[in-house]
């Protein structure tokens, strides 16, 4: 059973471009939370998504950043007109129907603004 | 705002030794849900242990164990026969509504 998958890895952007961060979640895992870790922070949470819903999104920036987890394919985060302020690891993480009480994370995705 | 809170920056400990995270919170719920998260330098999230509030029992996983204690609020890790691969941060988080809530996390060095 393959873990939750995040890609790229890492990805170096200039200020002014769009970053898009994927998120494939674990099988049978209907519920998809995004967060951030700033360096040395702990995990600030972002949104949580079902299929085709932004179920909360309070942990988000009113502007430039967005969400979707459509019914097919991965779930993505968007950023657009990055700035250096945003550079962080973004991680993704999976939980069954039942709720997020057993969340699984990814490796997350390294974002580098230069 | 909910928050969990990491008092100790970082922590050392000999090999073969125990060492203890400290984890306070607070909370108006009743029922919740806390864990402790380890995060190597590759920089992967690994679940090390998960608690109930509404179990008094104390969670276990082979050398690492919690101490919950709920009216004060607090849910400290132990790390029993410490080994080299335990280095790493370590997070505390408990369940707020649909997310997580995580603390500042604590580095534990672990000493040949």
């Known amino acids: 059973n393959a873990g939750v998958m995040q890609n790229p890895r890492h990805l170096v952007r200039r200020r002014g471009q769009e970053a898009r961060l994927r998120c494939s979640p674990m099988?049978?895992?209907?519920?998809v939370y995004w967060y951030r870790q700033l360096p040395e922070e702990g995990l600030k949470f972002m949104v949580y998504?079902?299929?085709?819903?932004?179920?909360?999104e309070s942990g988000m920036p009113k502007e430039r950043f967005s969400a979707e987890f459509p019914k097919e394919g991965p779930s993505i985060l968007r950023i657009q007109q990055v700035v250096r302020g945003d550079s962080a690891a973004y991680f993704c993480?999976?939980?069954?129907?039942?709720?997020?009480?057993?969340?699984?994370f990814g490796p997350g995705t390294r974002l580098t603004v230069t | 705002a909910q928050t969990v809170t990491q008092s100790q920056p970082e922590m050392s400990v000999q090999e073969a030794e125990t060492v203890t995270l400290s984890c306070t919170y607070d909370?108006?719920?009743?029922?919740?849900?806390l864990f402790w998260y380890k995060q190597p330098p590759s920089r992967q999230m690994i679940l090390v242990i998960r608690?109930?509030?509404?179990?008094?029992q104390n969670a276990t996983e082979n050398r690492f164990s919690v101490n919950f204690q709920k009216a004060a609020k607090s849910f400290s890790l132990k790390i029993s026969d410490s080994q080299l691969g335990d280095a790493a941060m370590y997070f505390c988080?408990?369940?707020?509504?649909?997310?997580?809530?995580f603390g500042g996390g604590t580095r534990v060095l672990v000493k040949p």
């Open positions: 993480a999976s939980s069954p129907p039942l709720g997020p009480y057993e969340q699984y």
């Open positions: 909370t108006s719920e009743s029922d919740y849900y």
């Open positions: 988080a408990k369940t707020a509504g649909n997310k997580l809530t």
């Open positions: 099988k049978g895992h209907s519920h």
């Open positions: 608690q109930e509030a509404y179990k008094q």
């Open positions: 998504l079902q299929k085709e819903n932004i179920i909360d």
